[in-house]
């Protein structure tokens, strides 16, 4: 139903994530985005490297870097992932009895179409991006409250040839919007966000069965990545119903002393998080 889409590099990967506003830096051989002021994590989560000798932003000495490494040897704090893998095993048959009637019901009521036009995503999907911010608060990229922000980086996604943009519309009208795209063997499941005719026609399941379907088509893709464990509970386990697991993986992080110490004296929760536990 969605068709496949090419696999980005990494070097890709960052080349979209500096146009949509990220702030990517190469250094030590690692393409680095920097996710909190002056700390920085591998534009592709899943890159491992050696402990102390990946060479990060010269910044990061401000605030700190974490990243993936091979096996436990040096492994310092965790990575806590929401996934799917045995992706090309994925069938709605897979999932419990009143998911798929949720998601058939979606089906009666929501066309699927893919968003290729940026002047649609725009006009018709920043009300859309309104209305999901206002229920629930989202603080990751608020900038893009403001519609000029939200067209630079709809406008980005849009005009990429190897990111998947589709809506969800009832009766001719967006109320649902899904971006992913492949990197390596991964696809990142980026954004999702509805308004409050896509919950009442439950596109949120609608949109996770279409995703896996995609990538059970997607050649060569192993995992799909749905977000960092932690950021929000009830989203995790909104995925974990459906067939998602927690993906602890080691990880290795340095942090600038006064740094860390700020942190866990203001923010214990973030700096548990850090750490992975």
């Not at 490297?49 to 990060?56: D, F, V, Y």
């Not at 290729?116 to 608060?137: C, K, N």
């Amino acid at each position: 139903m969605l068709k496949n889409i090419p696999a980005m590099t990494i070097a890709e990967h960052a080349a979209l994530e500096e146009q949509a506003g990220a702030r990517v830096r190469h250094s030590g051989g690692i393409w680095w985005r920097q996710v909190r002021p002056f700390f920085y994590r591998p534009v592709h989560l899943f890159l491992r490297a050696e402990p102390e000798k990946a060479g990060p932003p010269a910044g990061s000495v401000l605030a700190g870097y974490q990243h993936l490494v091979t096996g436990e040897k040096g492994a310092n704090s965790k990575m806590n992932f929401i996934v799917t893998d045995n992706t090309g095993e994925y069938s709605i048959s897979s999932i419990a009895s009143k998911y798929r009637r949720a998601i058939r019901k979606s089906a009666r009521h929501l066309e699927i179409r893919r968003i290729s036009d940026p002047a649609e995503f725009i006009d018709a999907g920043h009300p859309v991006y309104l209305e999901f911010f206002a229920r629930t608060q989202y603080r990751w990229k608020r900038e893009r409250e403001n519609k000029e922000s939200f067209a630079a980086w709809a406008g980005v996604l849009v005009q990429s040839p190897k990111v998947l943009v589709f809506g969800l519309y009832h009766e001719g009208i967006l109320c649902c919007i899904n971006v992913a795209y492949s990197v390596e063997d991964v696809i990142y499941y980026s954004s999702s966000f509805s308004n409050s005719t896509g919950l009442r026609f439950n596109a949120p399941e609608y949109s996770l069965h279409l995703i896996r379907e995609f990538a059970a088509e997607c050649r060569g893709a192993q995992m799909v990545f749905m977000g960092i464990a932690g950021s929000k509970g009830s989203l995790d386990d909104f995925k974990l119903r459906r067939g998602c697991r927690r993906s602890s993986e080691p990880a290795y992080y340095r942090m600038n002393p006064i740094t860390l110490l700020l942190i866990r004296i203001l923010r214990p929760d973030y700096a548990r998080r850090l750490r992975g536990v």
